[in-house]
């Protein structure tokens, strides 16, 4: 923990050599996701509903969505672009340092450019809430709390998953971005809308639905069950089998030629 | 001490013809063939001992180097260095090794290279006091006074390579691997290189492998030579038993033509 607060300060330490880069940067996230935010809004001038659920609800839903999203690219982006750290040869220096490698890829890169885009969530689910009628008590603010910790680690998870693949070809893992940017473009309304087997593979294989549609649910009180309150702790244990499928394909890294 | 045992290691390389429809085969079935990267290597290397691992591009020396540094499993044979396995253990292992490969930077970018060097003493968990000696050393040795506070991206090629081997040795390690330390240096950094190199093994007894297509850095640095060929170890021996007379360069186009590779 120690050393990843030490990588943290490097990565600041970078920033404040490039100035202007990581500013403009910062404003281009912002303006990338508020573009998605209008095209939400658009639609709902001519619908007013999408499958019961409002305007407003969605934006909660998408917002929060958006902060899981960004919260995991800024912190795991060292697994999102893993492919080019094992192409440059970066990962041979990461085996031949005394310390644990998922530490180090973690601490190789942190995209702090990515507040843009939790500026740009964190606005919007502040206007979802002031729209929509939610009543808040300490379980609906712990939920909301539970949701943005959970999804965090399970697109870290999906992160991971990619990387690991990267040990075994570098080629054709583009299509790992329907679970990564495809998850967060698809997140915008709750997965119940694309009906139930995207639903039950959400819940089951890729436990997307354990961080948005269920725990949302009950934050807008259209669900009373309170065990929606831990259905994101529960979606947390998907890093158990990213992290065994990471060890495994560790064991088939071939290093390139130099 | 390091003793390597039969070792051995395959690639699988895939190949295709060039053309447009060859390339639309491989689609769909690709032809693998096994290039066997290391054949039966054994060696061993005693403590503060320096040697040269010489051989042409594509013999097996990354191979071998990466394999005694943990990076890579071979497929079979054994390795020891200190009593311990590189790829069964190697967190404890890569604690006494220090690695510089001579194409790629282990410096962080952006940061002055004080930055990087404090990062690496948390890494490698360095007390204070050693860790203030240690770069003390470095530092007077290597020259780097005037340097050390330049982002990395900065510096000249030269300038950064004592960077980097500076780096690799700040947790002093008793067996330092150096792949082609010298590629692309001038002819004043070099000396400035090797003439440390010299230093660290005289002061710290540290175990040194080299590998280097520069005749000069053998013969500057090494009494030992190891040549490796399309992944066998052809020859290992004395230097100067070989010169009688001729320069290193030309002992070295002798051996290349006589085992042929």
């Given at each position: 923990?120690?050393l990843?607060?030490?990588?943290?300060?490097?990565?600041?330490?970078?920033?404040?050599?490039?100035?202007a880069?990581?500013?403009?940067?910062?404003?281009?996230?912002?303006?990338?996701?508020?573009?998605?935010?209008?095209?939400?809004?658009?639609?709902?001038?001519?619908?007013?509903?999408?499958?019961?659920?409002?305007?407003?609800?969605?934006?909660?839903?998408?917002?929060?969505?958006?902060?899981?999203?960004?919260?995991?690219?800024?912190?795991?982006?060292?697994?999102d672009?893993?492919?080019?750290?094992?192409?440059?040869g970066?990962?041979?220096?990461?085996?031949?340092?005394?310390?644990?490698?998922?530490?180090?890829?973690?601490?190789?890169?942190?995209?702090?450019?990515?507040?843009?885009?939790?500026?740009?969530?964190?606005?919007?689910?502040?206007?979802g809430?002031?729209?929509?009628?939610v009543?808040?008590?300490y379980?609906?603010?712990?939920?909301?709390?539970?949701?943005?910790?959970?999804?965090?680690?399970?697109?870290?998870?999906?992160?991971?998953?990619?990387?690991?693949?990267?040990?075994?070809?570098?080629?054709?893992?583009?299509f790992?971005?329907?679970?990564?940017?495809?998850?967060?473009?698809?997140?915008k309304?709750?997965?119940?809308?694309?009906?139930?087997?995207?639903?039950?593979?959400?819940?089951?294989?890729?436990?997307?639905?354990?961080?948005?549609?269920?725990?949302?649910?009950?934050?807008?009180?259209?669900?009373?069950?309170?065990?929606?309150?831990?259905?994101?702790?529960?979606?947390?244990?998907?890093?158990?089998?990213?992290?065994?499928?990471?060890?495994?394909?560790?064991?088939?890294?071939?290093?390139?030629?130099? | 001490?390091?003793?390597?045992?039969?070792?051995?290691?395959?690639?699988?390389?895939?190949?295709?013809?060039?053309?447009?429809?060859?390339?639309?085969?491989?689609?769909f079935?690709?032809?693998?063939?096994?290039?066997k990267?290391?054949?039966?290597?054994s060696?061993?290397?005693?403590?503060?001992?320096?040697?040269?691992?010489?051989?042409?591009?594509?013999?097996?020396?990354?191979?071998?180097?990466?394999?005694?540094?943990?990076?890579?499993?071979?497929?079979?044979?054994?390795?020891?260095?200190?009593?311990?396995t590189?790829?069964?253990e190697?967190?404890?292992?890569?604690?006494?090794?220090?690695?510089?490969f001579?194409?790629?930077?282990?410096?962080?970018?952006?940061?002055?290279?004080?930055?990087?060097?404090?990062?690496?003493?948390?890494?490698y968990?360095?007390?204070?006091?050693?860790?203030?000696?240690?770069?003390?050393?470095?530092?007077?040795?290597?020259?780097?006074?005037?340097?050390?506070?330049?982002?990395?991206?900065?510096?000249?090629?030269?300038q950064?390579?004592?960077?980097?081997?500076?780096?690799s040795?700040?947790?002093?390690?008793?067996?330092?691997?150096?792949?082609e330390?010298?590629?692309?240096?001038?002819?004043?950094?070099?000396?400035?290189?090797?003439?440390?190199?010299?230093?660290?093994?005289?002061r710290?007894?540290?175990?040194?492998?080299?590998?280097?297509?520069?005749?000069?850095?053998?013969e500057?640095?090494?009494?030992?030579?190891?040549?490796?060929?399309k992944?066998?170890?052809?020859?290992?021996?004395d230097l100067?038993?070989?010169?009688?007379?001729?320069?290193?360069?030309?002992?070295?186009?002798?051996?290349?033509?006589?085992?042929?590779?």
């Amino acid at each position: 923990m120690k050393l990843y607060y030490k990588y943290f300060l490097i990565h600041l330490k970078s920033i404040f050599q490039h100035k202007a880069s990581f500013l403009l940067t910062t404003i281009g996230q912002f303006l990338v996701s508020f573009n998605v935010f209008l095209g939400v809004y658009f639609m709902f001038l001519r619908f007013n509903k999408v499958n019961n659920f409002t305007y407003s609800e969605v934006l909660l839903c998408f917002s929060i969505v958006l902060i899981q999203f960004s919260l995991a690219e800024c912190f795991a982006r060292g697994f999102d672009t893993f492919s080019s750290t094992i192409s440059n040869g970066e990962f041979d220096r990461i085996m031949v340092r005394p310390r644990n490698e998922m530490l180090q890829v973690l601490g190789s890169k942190i995209e702090f450019t990515r507040i843009g885009r939790i500026l740009q969530a964190l606005i919007m689910f502040i206007y979802g809430i002031m729209k929509s009628n939610v009543t808040w008590s300490y379980g609906r603010i712990f939920t909301v709390v539970f949701m943005i910790i959970g999804g965090t680690v399970v697109f870290t998870g999906i992160f991971i998953i990619y990387a690991a693949l990267c040990f075994f070809t570098i080629e054709g893992l583009e299509f790992m971005n329907i679970f990564t940017d495809g998850a967060r473009e698809y997140g915008k309304y709750p997965v119940s809308i694309y009906g139930k087997i995207v639903l039950q593979i959400c819940t089951f294989i890729i436990p997307f639905a354990l961080v948005q549609y269920y725990p949302l649910l009950y934050v807008l009180g259209k669900s009373h069950n309170e065990g929606y309150i831990f259905f994101p702790i529960l979606g947390c244990g998907f890093i158990i089998p990213c992290y065994l499928f990471w060890k495994f394909g560790i064991r088939h890294y071939k290093s390139t030629g130099s | 001490m390091i003793r390597v045992e039969h070792i051995n290691k395959t690639f699988q390389v895939a190949r295709r013809n060039s053309g447009i429809s060859e390339a639309f085969k491989a689609l769909f079935h690709k032809e693998y063939e096994c290039v066997k990267a290391l054949d039966d290597i054994s060696f061993t290397i005693d403590e503060g001992e320096m040697v040269g691992y010489i051989g042409p591009n594509g013999a097996g020396k990354s191979s071998t180097i990466k394999i005694l540094s943990g990076i890579l499993t071979p497929d079979s044979g054994s390795c020891q260095i200190n009593g311990r396995t590189p790829w069964k253990e190697r967190i404890a292992h890569v604690r006494d090794i220090g690695v510089v490969f001579g194409q790629r930077s282990q410096l962080w970018w952006d940061v002055p290279v004080i930055d990087s060097f404090e990062l690496l003493r948390d890494i490698y968990s360095i007390p204070m006091k050693k860790f203030k000696e240690n770069l003390d050393e470095l530092v007077t040795l290597l020259n780097l006074e005037e340097i050390i506070k330049t982002p990395a991206r900065q510096l000249s090629l030269g300038q950064r390579m004592r960077c980097e081997i500076g780096a690799s040795l700040i947790h002093s390690p008793k067996i330092l691997f150096l792949d082609e330390p010298t590629i692309g240096l001038d002819a004043v950094s070099k000396i400035a290189v090797r003439n440390f190199i010299l230093d660290m093994n005289k002061r710290h007894k540290t175990t040194v492998i080299l590998t280097t297509h520069d005749m000069q850095d053998i013969e500057a640095l090494t009494r030992r030579i190891i040549l490796i060929g399309k992944g066998k170890i052809l020859m290992d021996g004395d230097l100067e038993s070989m010169k009688k007379g001729s320069s290193v360069d030309e002992v070295v186009v002798e051996l290349y033509k006589k085992y042929e590779i």
